[in-house]
């Protein structure tokens, strides 16, 4: 799965899941697909409604049949 952000369009992979060191806050390490560039998000924000999760392989109604 990846991760469309509504506000630009990029579309990221979630990495990892870590703890920022200063107060134990969760946050999400995650890259973005077409450049490879790292970001850092708190948990909370990533999962706020910025991001939409996708299927990378989305099967349509025709391809079923």
């Known amino acids: 799965s990846f991760y469309l952000h509504q506000k630009t369009g990029s579309r990221y992979v979630i990495i990892c899941r870590a703890k920022r060191e200063s107060d134990q806050e969760p ?5 973005k697909i077409n450049t490879d560039e790292k970001w850092v ?25």
């Open 41 to 65: 998000r708190p948990e909370s924000e990533f999962f706020d409604g910025r991001f939409i999760k996708q299927d990378l392989f989305k099967t349509s109604k025709k391809e079923k049949t």
């Open 27 to 31: 946050m999400i390490i995650y890259r």
